[in-house]
């Protein structure tokens, strides 16, 4: 613990939220771990020590193709059946489910959203992999972390693959009190007792979460050797049947390299300048993040020259390796603050992430993957480009329609009206087809019919007041709309 740099105020608030934490339990309606309290007192501490990586900038250095493996580079896959079998054994699936998709207007789990033909996220997730299960005789699990906000929904919602040949395990991530900035007291203890008064403290909690639940030791008690984690709205991030090759490229690679940790990464597009990259520094791979890059060298870092791979949240972890460096406490990622407001009071959330854990790992390195291992869904204009004909969905997974020859995806701007996904789908008779569209703007009181088809570059704005319909078997090319006569 950082407690030796702190000032004699902090550590006195440091004091105070100890014997808060202490006393959490009367106020809880689940028992609160001793390792979640030792982890929340953990950060907070490291958090006031001012404890952060600093990075030099003229230390920083373009990783070399040992560092950063690009994908052509790969060995074959093995063409034996027995041996992918023996490959596959090794591997367990894990997606990050701790999200509410309440940005889209939803109050379940993300991964219940429907995205196409009726399926959700996970129902395309326990598809993937119960096709590879049965196509090679595997037994690779797939593994859930929850937060406190979708724990009990999803517990009811796998109930529905009991019969599947998928073993689906769900664990806890850690809860942590939301702290009130002014003493650092956490919320909880001053009357927010409800869910408002807690958070989950990001994704870099997985690798403590899964040793903390017991998932880690019975999954090394099974023989599986390396987990794949990726977020459960990430469509690209599959173990799948089409691109399997891919899969077991980079496992075998990782065996046999002996290689602890890897990040998919992929090349950089404008719009993805904010995104974390990989870096040489000091010896080691690590991950940039923007708010880590000096004020003078943002530009710099939104640079697609310079930097020109960016991070998927693709990664492939060994689990022993997992289990030594949380029993030593060594996985001391970079704290990101974010600040809240509940009821008024202000507070404040300390949260780790995932990609930032590579620096611990040895043999660390990153994987430059295919564009199409990255398809997330954080909004409505995402889940329109998915819904729609430029991918077609084929043994649950995904694919990018060949009839698309622009390697790029469209650009598409949807305006608040569109925003929740109950308004986004009541405003589309069907889902036009966009396999040559360059980009869209939509805003205002925009209405679709069916049979839509958008092409080049659109901009449909309503004027105020005004219902615009675009009617039944539109095709729309190059044009600028604000009501029914541009049409």
């Known amino acids: 613990m950082a407690t030796a740099t702190l000032s004699a105020a902090d550590a006195e608030k440091l004091n105070t939220l100890k014997s808060a934490v202490a006393g959490l339990n009367q106020i809880r309606h689940v028992l609160i771990l001793e390792s979640e309290k030792n982890g929340c007192i953990n950060l907070v501490a490291r958090y006031l020590s001012g404890e952060a990586k600093h990075v030099e900038w003229s230390k920083i250095q373009t990783p070399t193709d040992e ?67 049965s196509k090679y005789g595997c037994n690779v699990p797939l593994l859930l972390m929850n937060s406190f906000n979708t724990h009990d929904d999803t517990l009811k919602i796998v109930e529905k693959y009991s019969s599947s040949n998928v073993e689906i395990h769900t664990f806890n991530q850690s809860q942590y009190p939301r702290l009130v900035i002014e003493d650092f007291s956490p919320l909880p203890s001053k009357g927010q ?27 090394l008690s099974q023989g599986k050797e390396y987990v794949f984690v990726a977020n459960s709205d990430n469509l690209g991030a599959v173990v799948d049947l089409s691109i399997l090759t891919l899969v077991f490229k980079i496992l075998k690679h990782l065996v046999q390299n002996k290689n602890e940790y890897c990040m998919e ?61 949380v029993e030593a406490d060594a996985l001391k990622m970079e704290i990101i603050p974010n600040p809240k407001e509940v009821d008024g009071i202000k507070v404040l959330q300390l949260e780790t992430a ?67 996904v109950g308004n986004f789908l009541s405003r589309f008779k069907s889902i036009p087809s966009i396999i040559e569209l360059d980009s869209l703007k939509v805003s205002g009181d925009v209405w679709f019919g069916a049979g839509v088809t958008l092409k080049g570059k659109l901009s449909i704005a309503a004027k105020p007041g005004v219902k615009l319909e675009i009617p039944d078997g539109a095709v729309l090319e190059n044009k600028q709309i604000n009501g029914p006569e541009d049409l």
């Open 354 to 420: 995932a990609g930032a854990a590579i620096r611990f790992f040895d043999n660390a390195i990153g994987i430059n993957v295919p564009r199409s291992r990255f398809l997330p869904v954080k909004a409505t204009s995402d889940l329109l480009l998915v819904q729609s004909d430029l991918y077609i969905l084929e043994d649950g997974f995904v694919i990018r329609n060949v009839a698309r020859t622009n390697p790029a995806n469209p650009s598409i701007e949807l305006g608040p009206e569109f925003k929740k």
């Open 67 to 133: 560092v950063v493996v690009p994908y052509d580079s790969l060995a074959p896959p093995p063409a034996d059946p027995e041996e992918t079998k023996k490959l596959l054994d090794k591997l367990v699936v894990l997606k990050l489910n701790g999200g509410l998709g309440t940005t889209m207007g939803c109050t379940g789990p993300k991964s219940v959203i429907e995205v196409r033909n009726g399926l959700t996220f996970l129902d395309l997730i326990v598809i993937q992999i119960e096709n590879l299960n």
């Open 265 to 325: 990464v992929t090349p950089k597009t404008l719009a993805d300048v904010k995104g974390g990259t990989l870096i040489s520094y000091e010896g080691r791979v690590q991950l940039l993040e923007i708010a880590q890059v000096p004020d003078e060298h943002v530009n710099e870092f939104k640079s697609i020259e310079k930097f020109k791979i960016f991070n998927t949240n693709n990664l492939w972890v060994n689990l022993k390796a997992i289990k030594r460096l």
């Open 193 to 219: 007792t409800g869910k408002d008064g807690w958070y989950p403290p990001g994704h870099g909690d997985v690798f403590p979460s899964l040793k903390n639940s017991g998932k880690l030791d019975a999954l």
